[in-house]
């Protein structure tokens, strides 16, 4: 059990939810080590607490004294390391057992969706942490208030982002539950949308008894199963007046939205966020309805949000080359890429909007390619590098490219190029961004990398 210290190894530590549990268990006093294909800042902080990482999966990465393999999902059965870990007779668990029994010490609190999730993880950790209830945080992204993405708390409470891909979230038993959104996402495993939908109501069916489950109900499918949980469920969202928490008078000053709360119809006062988008607000609404159920004090939550400015890579302003304005972004659905481009729309109007957008994972752009193409123009100029292959077969890899998505983008009549690699796309923006213009760097892989070369070219 996670509260008995014992020697960890986990395959795949170098991804962002393996290594927040990794590193809480490290400072609780484990002996841990890992390995992964790379290396990168994530590993690089873990390597400061004590953490060995290993580079590549080899058999020998295994320590005689190892007590316990923990795998992500990315990881395939016929891994050395796995192998070698069965043959041992070492006990192997997945990332999600670990953080339910991780999650069972204190009180739970579980953000799911399709999107929004590290965002609403983030603003509620930071409240959280504003109102000295020390949780321990295990999310997707870097809160600001921690420099990280995890953290080791004395509170009570334990507050973890969980994903739907491969049912990842049937293992965590919440004492509150929040759910953002429910859409086509993952169909490289889902057979549909009602499978998904099937896999979001058995997570609610985990929620503790005397539970509580936070749904937006802007959201059809969210309502729907909301609809079919047995327990307690707060509503929130905008778009009825029949919610429990609802957002209303949204408006844009000086580059801040402002807006106002009700309560079960009682204003709540006015709101303040820097970070912009109708989706920002209703990652607000969660996190607001989270701290006001667990008794956290109203003018401790809006000076909370007043200051968040985002997780790292959701619409995180990386900085200027002149007058151009640098954004980088972890959208790799169309949904999410719409709601992006559209926020940055609404803060700066009258810029041009360059979008360099990387699609992440070749099924996915195949599946959803016409709407990728909707999504994307919302800005004014695309640029598309070469996907980003994750999980993909051979099949998957041969049935579409980046250039697909650009000559779509085209025949709508949009800018739109298809430049493969990294480095031209830096070479391009140097020589055509100018003015006033805004150039965001999409995708869930590497392409903030774009960005951040572009600032520092000579």
Do not use: W
């Amino acid at each position: 059990m996670p509260n008995k210290k014992i020697n960890y190894h986990f395959i795949g530590i170098a991804g962002i939810g393996m290594s927040a549990l990794a590193q809480i268990l490290a400072l609780r006093g484990n002996k841990v080590s890992g390995s992964d294909l790379i290396e990168n800042p994530i590993t690089d902080n873990l390597k400061k607490i004590g953490v060995k990482v290993y580079t590549g999966h080899k058999k020998e990465y295994l320590s005689p004294d190892t007590e316990m393999v923990v795998v992500s999902a990315a990881i395939s059965d016929k891994n050395p390391e796995i192998s070698e870990a069965k043959k041992l007779g070492i006990p192997i668990i997945t990332r999600g057992e670990l953080l339910g029994q991780m999650m069972d010490e204190k009180e739970g609190i579980a953000i799911t969706g399709t999107h929004g999730k590290t965002t609403t993880s983030s603003l509620i950790s930071q409240i959280f942490e504003d109102a000295n209830l020390k949780p321990t945080i295990a999310i997707g992204g870097e809160v600001g208030s921690t420099g990280s993405n995890a953290k080791e708390g004395n509170g009570k409470y334990f507050i973890a982002e969980t994903c739907e891909y491969k049912r990842f979230f049937a293992d965590i038993r919440p004492a509150i539950a929040v759910i953002t959104n429910i859409e086509e996402d993952h169909l490289d495993y889902y057979k549909d949308l009602d499978d998904i939908k099937s896999a979001f109501s058995d997570f609610t069916k985990n929620i503790k008894d005397n539970g509580l489950l936070v749904a937006c109900f802007d959201d059809e499918n969210t309502r729907e199963i909301a609809d079919t949980f047995d327990g307690k469920v707060i509503s929130y969202g905008i778009s009825s007046d029949d919610l429990n928490y609802r957002a209303d008078n949204i408006r844009i000053e000086e580059n801040v939205q402002k807006f106002n709360v009700h309560k079960n119809g009682s204003d709540l006062g006015e709101f303040q966020m820097q970070v912009p988008g109708i989706h920002s607000i209703l990652n607000s609404l969660a996190a607001i309805t989270v701290a006001l159920e667990c008794g956290i004090k109203l003018g401790v939550i809006k000076e909370s949000i007043a200051k968040f400015t985002g997780a790292v890579r959701r619409m995180e302003t990386k900085g200027k080359r002149g007058e151009v304005l640098v954004i980088d972004d972890y959208a790799h659905h169309p949904t999410e890429i719409q709601a992006t481009l559209q926020a940055i729309r609404s803060f700066y109007p009258k810029r041009k909007i360059c979008c360099v957008f990387q699609p992440h994972q070749h099924s996915r752009t195949r599946i959803l390619l016409n709407n990728f193409v909707d999504a994307l123009t919302e800005a004014d100029e695309i640029i598309i590098p070469k996907i980003y292959p994750v999980r993909d077969t051979a099949e998957d890899i041969a049935s579409v490219s980046g250039e697909n998505l650009a000559d779509l983008l085209k025949k709508k009549g949009k800018p739109a190029k298809y430049i493969p690699d990294f480095k031209d796309v830096v070479s391009y923006l140097k020589d055509h961004a100018s003015g006033n213009d805004i150039v965001i760097t999409m995708g869930a892989g590497p392409v903030n990398q774009v960005g951040e070369k572009y600032l520092n070219i000579e």
